[in-house]
């Protein structure tokens, strides 16, 4: 995984870049399609309540950041739209952000809309750039609009099977989700929990992992309770990702506090509410 040398953590409130020279593959021009307002004006739902990706019209859409606090402002609602559908710390998800990207000013998220420096790994489909990283022009994922880049990380994370112990920690606990990104190979940087934690507290970005567990955030479900018959072999990190619910949700709501289910056994797996 990329590790941002383009800044440091400054003592005071802001990142500073770092003068460190790195080759890519990009070229010159700038492009053409800037938007200067929040990437989310008015969320749009599925069926399902989840909030849906905007149209992918094939055109690069750019949002320049001046600042770390245009950035978290830029990117908090998403964060925490995120965090609501896959259970990852808004905290975590701003930190790494900020952390991978730059805060939105690097080479690589300027020209790919990529701000966690996810490369493209086998599988990989999509649209890509080549920049150099640990070794010279590695490829890097590429995305038409920044919230995909956001989607991407959510899907990345919870689809592999590398992470999914960080899916039984609480989703407000964003010190153990920073070492445990570490401990699972995320970063090589030693200090890279370090700096994510020290991004988050010097920011308070906690407060938005708060507003989630505290009200919820924007999600729509039907009018019945969805409950879920627990077959051999689900465990509560399965289910969550089955129903897109964060896993402190399902224990909140089933008044668990481990991670111990039964064959058998009926958990709601989402309340009677309507949208917000």
Not at 211 to 240: C, D, F, K, M, N
Request: net charge positive.
């Amino acid at each position: 995984m990329i590790q941002k040398v383009l800044f440091c953590i400054a003592l005071g409130v802001t990142l500073v870049g770092c003068k460190i020279k790195k080759r890519t593959t990009y070229g010159n021009n700038t492009p053409k399609e800037q938007v200067t307002s929040k990437p989310v004006k008015q969320p749009v739902y599925d069926d399902n309540g989840y909030y849906s990706l905007p149209e992918d019209t094939g055109k690069f859409v750019a949002f320049p950041i001046n600042s770390v606090a245009e950035y978290i402002d830029t990117f908090s609602e998403v964060a925490q739209m995120e965090m609501k559908a896959y259970g990852i710390p808004a905290s975590i998800t701003l930190a790494q952000g900020l952390l991978e990207s730059g805060f939105g000013k690097g080479a690589l998220a300027m020209k790919t809309n990529n701000h966690f420096g996810i490369k493209c790994h086998k599988g990989w489909e999509g649209d890509r750039a080549y920049h150099d990283d640990d070794e010279a022009g590695e490829c890097f994922r590429k995305y038409n609009h920044p919230m995909y880049s956001f989607r991407d990380h959510s899907i990345f994370l919870s689809g592999r099977s590398r992470y999914a112990f960080l899916f039984e920690l609480d989703n407000d606990d964003y010190k153990r989700w920073a070492k445990g990104l570490k401990q699972a190979g995320y970063a090589t940087d030693k200090r890279y929990p370090q700096k994510l934690i020290s991004l988050i507290e010097q920011h308070k970005l906690y407060r938005y992992d708060r507003g989630v567990i505290r009200e919820g955030y924007g999600q729509v479900v039907t009018a019945e309770p969805l409950t879920h018959t627990v077959s051999a072999g689900e465990t509560l990190y399965s289910i969550s990702r089955k129903y897109k619910v964060a896993i402190e949700d399902l224990r909140r709501l089933n008044g668990i506090s481990g991670s111990t289910i039964s064959v058998g056994q009926e958990l709601l797996v989402a309340a009677a509410r309507t949208n917000k």
